[in-house]
């Protein structure tokens, strides 16, 4: 397979990249150039989607960055040689000097799982990394990929010390199984052992022991990051581990396996299993966030800067807000962006439903997301937005799992994902939001209001801290909408400092978001997606959409929410303490340049500082946890 999809054209000696994007778009360059790939940055953002699933980097200075795209016109690998070394991420802390990147066609065979497969037995090779990075040209390189390991003599089966069963696989079930599948069977030959390796990976299980097999088995090595069968291995000697310890040291792992307790299926509860299948859900979790995110931003994007466009250019500061006149061009296409807007919060719910139980809960999802971001389904003032989306997604797609897994007759079958799962996940979904969500969120949205109503006449720091927080938190929920509401309200009785304040902190998750995404490129903390929304972000702020920030929000909430919070609590009480109004239902930096607010240039100060305090505070998180995962992984 190697021999097919590489040639002496698709290898870089002298990498110039000086961080791992660059290195990204450096192989990239050259997959385009040999006409391999349609779109480099399409390609560039699948590349960037599978690293978040998990990083790439491997121990002795490898890394397999792969992905399958649409993009891909004819699979390749394309590899990159930096003899100084790239910070990487790798498991081992060292930089990363050799590079393979694997193209795949999404949709087509798994070529990048049978390369992989098929380069593990290279790199575990003993010389062969330090060989190939100090290779003179492209040739010698592809000689020394091509060349055929010595084959070593398989031993007598009356010679062999016993049989050893390895299980391998990790979450995303590609690279990791397969170097720590080879690493097992040289380990057990080196040591005099019979092998066999089951792979749990992203093309299936495969090479699993029988029944047989097991039972004369000497010791089983279970080295896998997700969930595999281990009742069958009751009785025998049983080490689990996770998948990376055998490319460390597997032949450590066999010995410990051979003088392990045999295992007891009725009784393995260890705290170890309970932490490894809590990693593992969290892992699943953020996955299905970043598949309801990715799909997502194209509407936020599209709506955001349409919108934004529309009332910037055709926009006029009114009593109601920012309103365009009638009969002008600008309303058609702000029309256009509103459907984009609409559509967003759905298709957040349906694609992380989507990831959990695939297309039996597009359906339910989408139409879960609809009734939480629509507050008449259930009697309150506005939707829940994007947290309700995410909420609906994960209902909706652990209920439609459940729902297909069930085992039905062989003429129900066939209707269970066209028919069975949507209907009755849909119905699922509307009930429990209707009749049973609903009510709270109506409750909870007149309680903050009554809150707000009653500290109207109190304290304007703390009525800032409460108004500007409620602001930063949703960005279209519940709490934000209260906010606005509230304000708006204030207006027709003549106090429109409220709506000044919340003015001042409508725009600055948006623009929040904006800052972070430039300054955080030094770090590596923002993949190219959210870099590129972060533009839209900017646009959609400086005309006060504060939807803008729900991609990052959904995304890593840990960290954007609490900075959305407290920069837009520090652009209300600066609001308020200026003394700042504004006489129009609308916010950002636009209304004051259109002179709705009495001190424009105050207003635009207190934006600003809002925004950097939600940069510099989601920048700040990102790296704590960025180091926490980082330390956890060592």
Same mark, same amino acid.
């Given at each position: 397979?190697?021999?097919?999809?590489?040639?002496?054209? #698709?290898?870089?000696?002298?990498?110039?990249?000086?961080?791992?994007?660059?290195?990204?778009?450096?192989?990239?360059? @050259?997959?385009?150039?040999?006409?391999?790939?349609?779109?480099?940055?399409?390609?560039?953002?699948? &590349?960037?989607?599978?690293?978040?699933?998990?990083?790439?980097?491997?121990?002795?200075?490898?890394?397999?960055?792969?992905?399958?795209?649409?993009?891909?016109?004819?699979?390749?690998?394309?590899?990159?040689?930096?003899?100084?070394?790239?910070?990487?991420?790798?498991?081992?802390?060292?930089?990363?000097? #050799?590079?393979?990147?694997?193209?795949?066609?999404?949709?087509?065979?798994?070529?990048?799982?049978?390369?992989?497969?098929?380069? *593990? *037995?290279?790199?575990?090779?003993?010389?062969?990394?330090?060989?190939?990075?100090?290779?003179?040209?492209?040739?010698?390189?592809?000689?020394?990929?091509?060349?055929?390991?010595?084959?070593?003599?398989? #031993?007598?089966?009356?010679?062999?010390?016993?049989?050893? &069963?390895?299980?391998?696989?990790?979450?995303?079930?590609?690279?990791?199984?397969?170097?720590?599948?080879?690493?097992?069977?040289?380990?057990?030959?080196?040591?005099?052992?019979?092998?066999?390796?089951?792979?749990?990976?992203?093309?299936?299980?495969?090479?699993?022991?029988?029944?047989?097999?097991?039972?004369?088995?000497?010791?089983?090595?279970?080295?896998?990051?997700?969930?595999?069968?281990?009742?069958?291995?009751?009785?025998?000697?049983?080490?689990?581990?996770?998948?990376?310890?055998?490319?460390?040291?597997?032949?450590?792992?066999?010995?410990?396996?051979?003088?392990?307790?045999?295992?007891?299926?009725?009784?393995?509860?260890?705290?170890?299993?309970?932490?490894?299948?809590?990693?593992?859900?969290?892992?699943?979790?953020?996955?299905?966030?970043?598949?309801?995110?990715?799909?997502?931003?194209?509407?936020?994007?599209?709506?955001?800067?349409?919108?934004?466009?529309?009332?910037?250019?055709?926009?006029?500061?009114?009593?109601?807000?920012?309103?365009?006149?009638?009969?002008?061009?600008?309303? !058609?296409? /702000?029309?256009?962006?509103?459907?984009?807007?609409?559509?967003?919060?759905?298709? /957040?719910?349906?694609?992380?439903?989507?990831?959990?139980?695939?297309?039996?809960?597009?359906?339910?999802?989408?139409?879960?997301?609809?009734?939480?971001?629509?507050? *008449?389904?259930?009697?309150?003032?506005?939707?829940?937005?994007?947290?309700?989306?995410?909420?609906?997604?994960? /209902?909706?797609?652990?209920?439609?799992?459940?729902?297909?897994?069930?085992?039905?007759?062989?003429?129900? !079958?066939?209707?269970?994902?066209?028919?069975?799962?949507?209907?009755?996940?849909? #119905?699922?979904?509307?009930?429990?939001?209707?009749? @049973?969500?609903?009510?709270?969120?109506?409750?909870?949205?007149?309680?903050?209001?009554?809150?707000?109503?009653?500290?109207?006449?109190?304290?304007?720091?703390?009525?800032?801290?409460?108004?500007?927080?409620?602001?930063?938190?949703?960005?279209?929920?519940?709490?934000?909408?209260?906010?606005?509401?509230?304000?708006?309200?204030?207006?027709?009785?003549?106090?429109?400092?409220?709506?000044?304040?919340?003015?001042?902190?409508?725009?600055?998750?948006?623009?929040?978001?904006?800052?972070?995404?430039?300054?955080?490129?030094?770090?590596?903390?923002?993949?190219?997606?959210?870099?590129?929304?972060?533009?839209?972000?900017?646009?959609?702020?400086?005309?006060?959409?504060?939807?803008?920030?729900?991609?990052?929000?959904?995304?890593?909430?840990?960290?954007?929410?609490?900075?959305?919070?407290?920069?837009?609590?520090?652009?209300?009480?600066?609001?308020?303490?200026?003394?700042?109004?504004?006489?129009?239902?609308?916010?950002?930096?636009?209304?004051?340049?259109?002179?709705?607010?009495?001190?424009? /240039?105050?207003?635009?100060?207190?934006?600003?500082?809002?925004?950097?305090?939600?940069?510099?505070?989601?920048?700040?998180?990102?790296?704590?946890?960025?180091?926490?995962?980082?330390?956890?992984?060592?």
């Amino acid at each position: 397979m190697i021999t097919k999809l590489i040639n002496e054209n #698709l290898i870089k000696l002298e990498l110039q990249a000086t961080s791992k994007q660059e290195v990204f778009e450096e192989l990239i360059e @050259v997959l385009h150039q040999q006409g391999r790939i349609s779109n480099k940055a399409d390609f560039l953002a699948d &590349i960037q989607k599978r690293e978040a699933e998990g990083n790439t980097g491997f121990e002795d200075g490898i890394a397999i960055p792969h992905a399958k795209s649409a993009a891909v016109i004819e699979p390749a690998v394309v590899i990159g040689i930096h003899k100084a070394g790239i910070e990487y991420g790798a498991d081992d802390g060292q930089p990363s000097k #050799l590079f393979f990147m694997i193209a795949s066609p999404d949709g087509g065979d798994n070529h990048h799982i049978e390369v992989l497969a098929e380069l *593990s *037995s290279k790199l575990i090779e003993d010389g062969f990394v330090e060989s190939f990075i100090n290779a003179t040209s492209p040739q010698q390189a592809l000689e020394l990929l091509l060349q055929k390991p010595q084959a070593e003599e398989a #031993l007598p089966l009356e010679n062999t010390k016993g049989f050893i &069963i390895g299980v391998t696989g990790c979450p995303a079930g590609v690279a990791h199984t397969y170097l720590a599948a080879e690493a097992l069977e040289k380990g057990a030959h080196a040591m005099g052992f019979e092998v066999k390796v089951e792979t749990n990976g992203s093309i299936g299980v495969k090479n699993s022991p029988t029944d047989e097999e097991i039972a004369r088995a000497d010791a089983i090595v279970v080295a896998c990051d997700k969930q595999v069968d281990m009742a069958r291995f009751a009785g025998k000697r049983v080490i689990k581990t996770n998948v990376k310890a055998p490319i460390r040291d597997a032949e450590g792992l066999i010995t410990q396996a051979l003088n392990a307790p045999a295992y007891q299926a009725e009784t393995t509860s260890a705290p170890q299993s309970v932490t490894e299948k809590a990693s593992q859900a969290r892992s699943d979790l953020y996955r299905y966030l970043m598949n309801g995110v990715s799909h997502m931003i194209p509407f936020v994007v599209t709506g955001g800067l349409l919108i934004a466009l529309a009332l910037a250019v055709g926009g006029e500061p009114t009593e109601a807000g920012m309103a365009i006149p009638d009969g002008s061009l600008w309303n !058609q296409i /702000l029309e256009v962006g509103v459907v984009a807007f609409t559509l967003m919060i759905p298709i /957040l719910a349906g694609y992380i439903a989507y990831a959990i139980a695939d297309r039996p809960a597009l359906t339910p999802g989408l139409i879960g997301g609809w009734i939480a971001n629509n507050g *008449s389904f259930y009697g309150a003032d506005a939707g829940t937005g994007f947290i309700g989306a995410i909420i609906a997604g994960l /209902l909706v797609g652990y209920f439609v799992k459940w729902i297909t897994s069930i085992n039905y007759h062989k003429f129900i !079958q066939p209707l269970v994902p066209i028919m069975i799962a949507p209907i009755t996940g849909s #119905l699922f979904i509307a009930g429990l939001f209707i009749f @049973v969500i609903g009510a709270p969120i109506a409750s909870l949205m007149d309680g903050l209001t009554a809150m707000l109503t009653s500290m109207s006449t109190g304290n304007v720091v703390l009525l800032g801290i409460v108004l500007g927080g409620m602001a930063g938190f949703d960005m279209g929920g519940p709490f934000n909408k209260v906010a606005f509401l509230f304000s708006v309200g204030m207006i027709a009785s003549g106090q429109t400092q409220f709506m000044g304040a919340m003015a001042c902190a409508i725009p600055v998750a948006p623009l929040g978001m904006a800052l972070a995404t430039a300054l955080g490129r030094k770090f590596d903390l923002f993949e190219s997606s959210e870099i590129e929304a972060g533009k839209a972000a900017g646009a959609m702020g400086l005309v006060g959409i504060s939807e803008g920030a729900i991609p990052f929000a959904a995304q890593d909430p840990m960290s954007v929410i609490p900075a959305n919070v407290l920069g837009s609590m520090v652009a209300a009480v600066m609001a308020f303490s200026f003394g700042i109004t504004n006489s129009v239902a609308h916010g950002g930096p636009v209304v004051a340049l259109l002179g709705a607010m009495n001190y424009p /240039l105050l207003a635009l100060v207190c934006m600003a500082a809002g925004a950097g305090v939600t940069a510099l505070t989601c920048i700040t998180l990102k790296n704590l946890r960025k180091a926490k995962y980082t330390a956890a992984a060592a």
